[in-house]
């Protein structure tokens, strides 16, 4: 049974930062698509950061050069460690392997 586990989301200033973890289990994680996606209320779910291989990298471009994705395969854990925080970077984030996997979500709100 594959399970997605996320943490680190909080509530935060504008200009401050968070790392959210995804912790997985059940899945071979270095063979997997994996990121991060994000709803914000009454929005569609948006791809935020991914590795579409152990190479490849996308960004959003709204969070280009303030977000990081990065991973340890042998903890099967990604983050995303997210600087200059925006408030309209309030959203739930959720960890996706695979295209098809995700996880509960965690809450990120940015205050102004």
């Known amino acids: 049974q594959v399970q997605l586990v996320e943490s680190g989301g909080g509530l935060v200033q504008a200009g401050g930062s968070l790392r959210l973890s995804c912790a997985a289990s059940?899945?071979?994680?270095?063979?997997?698509?994996m990121g991060w996606h994000r709803q914000a209320p009454g929005k569609q779910r948006e791809l935020v950061a991914q590795?579409?291989?152990?190479?490849?990298?996308d960004y959003a471009d709204s969070v280009k050069g303030r977000f990081t994705i990065s991973r340890d395969d042998a903890k099967n854990t990604v983050y995303l460690q997210m600087n200059n925080l925006k408030p309209e970077d309030t959203a739930v984030y959720y960890c996706?392997?695979?295209?098809?996997?995700w996880g509960q979500g965690t809450q990120v709100t940015v205050s102004s």
């Open positions: 059940g899945i071979s994680f270095s063979l997997n698509v």
């Open positions: 590795f579409t291989s152990r190479a490849r990298i």
């Open positions: 996706n392997i695979a295209n098809y996997y």
